[in-house]
Every structure is written in structure tokens, then in C-alpha cells.
């Protein structure tokens, strides 16, 4: 039986929060060189990926609100997926191999109570003029690229679709799923209604990597490892941590809650529920093998 790695990719690192594409190629390029590499080394991979600058645009088009921010989730997604889809079957067809894309609608079911709903979190679309921040009615909160809209983002619960992804991965599909962490659905009055959040890509994807059994979750994202001091003069790559490290460190405020803070936590999940022979890996787009290896980015190890 094959290996299998989800491979969660930020939507900064397509697109900046600004404005520019400048480098998506050159990033794109690199996700897919990832992916062969562990294509190659026999691993079945599932794509999961970010969505908050995409989103965030397509919201701020919509004056008239005509759709919900669920919908924009689920419009996020097939052009994400589409995009990964036809650039990886490209090259996997020039390269003679076996496998075949599968771009799936995903949806997740988070609680309508969430405490999210209460708090918005999560950042979506460019950074704001100082005009925009004054006047727009909005939440607005502070990031690492400036200030950005933020809204809810619950803790997903289920996701729908779990079954098919695993039988897709089965048929040898690459999956590109789960984009924007999911379209985001409650159970209200007994039936699934779509809800105005989006949910952390990483918690949908460490969630994911548990429902298949995975034996790696691998964030790939704009910092190249997990860092100490972060932006600081005395900002140190932490290699390897465990579990009881990696949230002491957040605890002492380390990770910032909509950057690299859920992305801590979701690694941390993920190596406590699947123990120590799981590969829980933050790394930049092109370093999955050297990742693996533990010569770069960071890996967080559950205690054996």
C-alpha cells in the first residue's frame, strides 16, 4: 500500500495579499515539483489550498452581495483547482506516469455555536489602503503583509466528502480538495445551509490527514520553517520540535493567530493522533524531499 501525504498549500503563496503575482509561476512550479518528487517516491498525495487573497477579491467585487461568503469558498475553489489541476496533468502526462488529476467540490461542517462566528480571525483579500481601514465596515485586524479584512473561521467538525477523497486516492488520483479549508456548512433546522466563514485550510487539512490515515502532513507556505523571534534581528529556524515545545512556544505568544498560529496547531494535532512514525512538516514550496529528510523547514514529532 502506498504512503499517503496531504499537501496543504497557502493561498499566499499563489497570490500575494497584494495586489502582484509577480512570482506565482515560479511558485507554482515549485508545488509541482513537490508533488512528482513524491509521486516518485511512491506516495499518493491529496492537494489541499488556501483561498484568503482569492476570496477576498471576489468578495470585494460582489457590492451588491448578491452570493454568500460560502459560495464565494466554493467559486475559490474550482478556479484554484483548476488551475493546480491542468498545470499537474500536464506534466504528469509528459512524464509518462499513471496518474490522473481529480479537482473535487469540498464541503465541511463546522458548528453554528462555534465561538468564530463571535470573533473573526481569519484574513482575506489584499492589504488595505489607511482610507479603506478608516471607512470600510468591516472587522479589520493587523497581519504580518499589513492590515487585512478578517472574518469568521470555525473549527471544521466533518468533512462530506471524506469517503470519495479516499476512494479517489484509491483509483491513484492526485486530489486537489478542501480548497479555502472547505465550503463551510451547520446543521440548522435539520438541514445543511451554508454559512459565512471561511475555515483555516490547515485545520481542514490536518483534520483531513487523520480521516485518511496519512502518513504525512505537509504544510507548504510562504516561511520556509518555523521560526523563534519572528522578524526580529533575532529571529532563529527551529528545525524540530515536539508537540509539548511547539505549543509552549505558542503559549508565549510566538505565533500569531492568523499566520502561523493555526498552522502550529494543526501540525501539533496531527502528530499527537498519528504518532511517532508520521512525518508533521512546515516547509517552503520545493523543499518537500529535503523536508522529509529533516534538512529543512521544521518538523514536529509526537513523543514515541
Given at each position: 500500500?502506498?504512503?499517503?501525504?496531504?499537501?496543504a498549500?497557502?493561498g499566499?503563496a499563489?497570490?500575494?495579499?497584494?495586489?502582484?503575482?509577480s512570482?506565482?509561476?515560479?511558485v507554482?512550479?515549485?508545488?509541482?515539483s513537490?508533488?512528482?518528487?513524491?509521486l516518485?517516491?511512491?506516495?499518493?498525495?491529496?492537494?489541499?489550498?488556501?483561498?484568503?487573497?482569492?476570496v477576498?477579491?471576489?468578495?470585494?467585487?460582489?457590492?451588491?452581495?448578491?452570493?454568500?461568503?460560502?459560495?464565494?469558498?466554493?467559486?475559490?475553489?474550482?478556479?484554484?483547482?483548476?488551475?493546480l489541476?491542468?498545470?499537474?496533468q500536464a506534466?504528469?502526462?509528459?512524464?509518462?506516469?499513471p496518474?490522473?488529476?481529480?479537482?473535487l467540490l469540498?464541503r465541511v461542517e463546522?458548528?453554528?455555536?462555534?465561538?468564530?462566528?463571535?470573533?473573526?480571525?481569519?484574513?482575506?483579500?489584499p492589504?488595505?489602503?489607511?482610507?479603506?481601514?478608516?471607512t470600510?465596515?468591516w472587522?479589520?485586524?493587523?497581519?504580518?503583509?499589513?492590515?487585512?479584512r478578517?472574518v469568521?473561521s470555525?473549527?471544521?467538525?466533518?468533512?462530506?466528502e471524506?469517503d470519495v477523497?479516499?476512494?479517489?486516492?484509491?483509483?491513484?488520483?492526485?486530489?486537489?480538495c478542501g480548497?479555502?479549508?472547505?465550503?463551510?456548512?451547520?446543521?440548522?433546522d435539520?438541514?445543511?445551509?451554508?454559512?459565512p466563514?471561511?475555515?483555516?485550510?490547515?485545520h481542514?487539512?490536518?483534520?483531513l490527514?487523520r480521516?485518511l490515515?496519512?502518513?504525512?502532513?505537509?504544510?507548504?507556505?510562504?516561511?520556509d520553517?518555523?521560526?523563534?523571534?519572528f522578524?526580529t534581528e533575532n529571529?532563529?529556524?527551529?528545525?524540530?520540535?515536539?508537540?509539548?515545545?511547539?505549543?509552549?512556544?505558542?503559549?508565549a505568544?510566538?505565533?500569531?493567530?492568523?499566520?502561523?498560529?493555526?498552522?502550529?496547531?494543526a501540525l501539533?494535532?496531527?502528530?499527537?493522533?498519528?504518532?511517532p512514525?508520521?512525518?508533521?512538516?512546515l516547509?517552503?514550496?520545493?523543499?518537500?524531499l529535503?523536508?522529509?529528510?529533516?534538512?529543512?523547514?521544521?518538523?514536529?514529532?509526537?513523543?514515541?
Amino acid at each position: 500500500m502506498r504512503k499517503i501525504a496531504v499537501y496543504a498549500l497557502g493561498g499566499n503563496a499563489l497570490q500575494s495579499p497584494g495586489n502582484e503575482r509577480s512570482d506565482a509561476t515560479e511558485v507554482l512550479a515549485r508545488v509541482m515539483s513537490d508533488v512528482i518528487d513524491l509521486l516518485e517516491m511512491d506516495w499518493s498525495v491529496v492537494i489541499t489550498h488556501g483561498n484568503g487573497p482569492q476570496v477576498g477579491h471576489l468578495l470585494a467585487m460582489d457590492k451588491q452581495q448578491t452570493q454568500g461568503l460560502d459560495a464565494w469558498v466554493a467559486a475559490t475553489q474550482g478556479m484554484i483547482g483548476h488551475e493546480l489541476s491542468m498545470n499537474l496533468q500536464a506534466i504528469l502526462e509528459r512524464r509518462r506516469r499513471p496518474e490522473r488529476t481529480a479537482v473535487l467540490l469540498t464541503r465541511v461542517e463546522v458548528d453554528k455555536d462555534d465561538e468564530g462566528f463571535a470573533w473573526p480571525t481569519k484574513p482575506i483579500g489584499p492589504v488595505l489602503p489607511s482610507q479603506t481601514v478608516m471607512t470600510a465596515d468591516w472587522d479589520i485586524a493587523e497581519t504580518v503583509h499589513g492590515p487585512r479584512r478578517v472574518v469568521a473561521s470555525p473549527i471544521p467538525i466533518r468533512i462530506m466528502e471524506l469517503d470519495v477523497i479516499q476512494h479517489l486516492v484509491h483509483l491513484n488520483a492526485v486530489v486537489i480538495c478542501g480548497g479555502g479549508g472547505g465550503v463551510p456548512t451547520a446543521r440548522l433546522d435539520k438541514h445543511l445551509q451554508g454559512m459565512p466563514a471561511v475555515v483555516d485550510k490547515d485545520h481542514f487539512s490536518s483534520l483531513l490527514a487523520r480521516g485518511l490515515e496519512a502518513h504525512a502532513l505537509i504544510i507548504s507556505t510562504e516561511a520556509d520553517a518555523i521560526y523563534r523571534n519572528f522578524g526580529t534581528e533575532n529571529a532563529e529556524a527551529i528545525r524540530r520540535l515536539t508537540v509539548t515545545e511547539a505549543r509552549d512556544l505558542d503559549e508565549a505568544g510566538e505565533f500569531p493567530k492568523g499566520s502561523m498560529g493555526p498552522k502550529v496547531e494543526a501540525l501539533c494535532q496531527f502528530a499527537e493522533q498519528s504518532g511517532p512514525t508520521a512525518a508533521s512538516i512546515l516547509c517552503s514550496p520545493g523543499d518537500v524531499l529535503l523536508a522529509l529528510r529533516g534538512e529543512r523547514g521544521t518538523t514536529i514529532s509526537s513523543p514515541s
